[in-house]
């Protein structure tokens, strides 16, 4: 029998390494398993490939494990911390020692001594075992001079931003980030702790990104979590200064024209729409295509939501992005199959499940980029992580073509959940009546009449 333990298809008949990372350990990795492509679709070599990416895998599973030590580390600090503030305070009733009367100030000094004195003891155990850097961090936490880096991270979350509430997925890449750079603080020698950053460390940092070629755009998504981190420390904390500030770099310049994101082309949304899609998959597509609704907004409709002709998104990215849409005469089927027989509250697209943290359509997100990669609708750039082109480029799509047959600026705007960016139209005015908005999406047509493929 065929051994084809590890290996898995992705992006057509590419087989992959594949290996599930153990539970507990997955909020440190930012993820359920650790993929990466062996660059054949014959089973054989495969097979033989696959050993050496298991290896690595395993590496990174070790290191992650590590980590998860040293969270054990932190919370052995902590306790020690508590345990020193309550001596201070003058609470000695959870220490005892015969040579001293019970309650008394040579009690609390010789506790204080034998705390101290301990301390050190571990700490040096800790350095035997993690290394010098998460060693001084032990010793500051247990002591109270110093407070872990992922100490304030889920009240920081569970706060927000300065825009409101976290996505789970910014939430996610933002814990990520802030743990990459407490490993890398580790393995640099400096202590994962606050008061240990300084903006020279910040900047040792940021060099590093140079020297290891790492995209410049991928440093700045995770500098300006790190930087968000800081700047919710100085409003909550005794921290100042924000050492993130002035840290991100500059992009290369474009090579042969544009190379941000893009709209699909028309030949490129054909194949799509003709393509052996599943039901729930052609059908998002064409939803996105005709609304112009991000793909998490189409997930969080519910058939409530979808009553009188009109998608209600009351759940956005951004305030301009709660708004009302028409239904496009072309979607009309697809939302009377999908609503027949279902309750007010269940999810227009049910499939997904229950809903979870994370964003309900991610699973069909990742399914599209698989199922648009198979039929070779692809613009990725050698050395580039990300294609130009992803399930968000409907609704690029969708906004070329409005704009191409006329409809103006402030309407598209309210459409797809756009501030205009100016006074009159984001503060003074309502906005477009209905019968303007209606014109707008009745004025995109999907390409050569593919409208009905899938959606019967």
């Not at 033989?48 to 298991?54: D, E, F, I, K």
């Not at 799509?397 to 960016?421: C, S």
């Amino acid at each position: 029998m065929n051994d084809m333990r590890h290996l898995t298809k992705r992006g057509g008949n590419t087989l992959h390494a594949i290996l599930a990372i153990p539970r507990k350990l997955r909020p440190i990795l930012g993820k359920s398993h650790l993929l990466e492509s062996l660059h054949t679709s014959d089973p054989v070599v495969a097979r033989g490939r696959r050993h050496a990416v298991l290896a690595k895998f395993q590496t990174i599973i070790d290191e992650a494990q590590r980590q998860h030590g040293t969270g054990d580390v932190m919370g052995a600090a902590a306790r020690w911390r508590e345990h020193l503030t309550r001596i201070k305070q003058g609470d000695l009733t959870h220490v005892w020692d015969s040579r001293y009367p019970e309650g008394g100030e040579p009690l609390r000094q010789a506790a204080l001594a034998q705390a101290a004195a301990t301390v050190e003891d571990d700490a040096a155990e800790v350095a035997t075992v993690y290394g010098p850097a998460v060693a001084a961090a032990f010793r500051g936490v247990a002591t109270g001079s110093a407070t872990p880096l992922m100490h304030h991270i889920e009240d920081a979350l569970r706060e927000g931003g300065t825009r409101g509430a976290l996505a789970s997925r910014s939430k996610s890449q933002m814990r990520s980030a802030i743990q990459k750079f407490a490993t890398w603080c580790e393995q640099s020698g400096v202590p994962p702790t606050i008061e240990a950053i300084t903006r020279s460390v910040v900047g040792r940092y940021a060099t590093r990104t140079v020297n290891e070629g790492i995209d410049p755009a991928t440093w700045n998504r995770h500098c300006s979590y790190l930087s968000a981190y800081w700047h919710w420390l100085i409003k909550r904390t005794d921290i100042t200064t924000n050492p993130w500030t002035g840290q991100r770099r500059a992009k290369a310049a474009a090579r042969n024209g544009d190379r941000n994101k893009r709209p699909f082309t028309d030949d490129e949304l054909r194949i799509l729409l003709t393509g052996d899609a599943s039901q729930e998959l052609a059908d998002s597509i064409r939803v996105a295509a005709l609304s112009g609704m991000r793909l998490e907004e189409i997930y969080r409709l519910t058939v409530a939501d979808c009553r009188d002709g009109v998608f209600n998104i009351r759940a956005a990215k951004t305030t301009a992005g709660v708004r009302s849409v028409p239904i496009h005469s072309g979607l009309r089927g697809i939302v009377e199959r999908r609503t027949a027989g279902k309750a007010a509250t269940a999810f227009l697209f049910h499939e997904p499940g229950p809903q979870g943290q994370r964003e309900r359509s991610r699973a069909v997100s990742q399914r599209f980029g698989r199922y648009r990669i198979a039929l070779d609708v692809e613009d990725r750039e050698a050395g580039r992580r990300h294609s130009r082109i992803d399930f968000h480029s409907l609704r690029r799509w969708f906004i070329t073509k409005a704009r191409q047959a006329g409809i103006d600026q402030a309407t598209v705007a309210a459409v797809v959940g756009h501030q205009v960016g100016n006074l009159t139209d984001d503060t003074y005015s309502a906005g477009p009546a209905m019968a303007q908005r209606r014109k707008c999406v009745e004025a995109v047509r999907l390409p050569l009449g593919h409208l009905e493929t899938k959606v019967a």
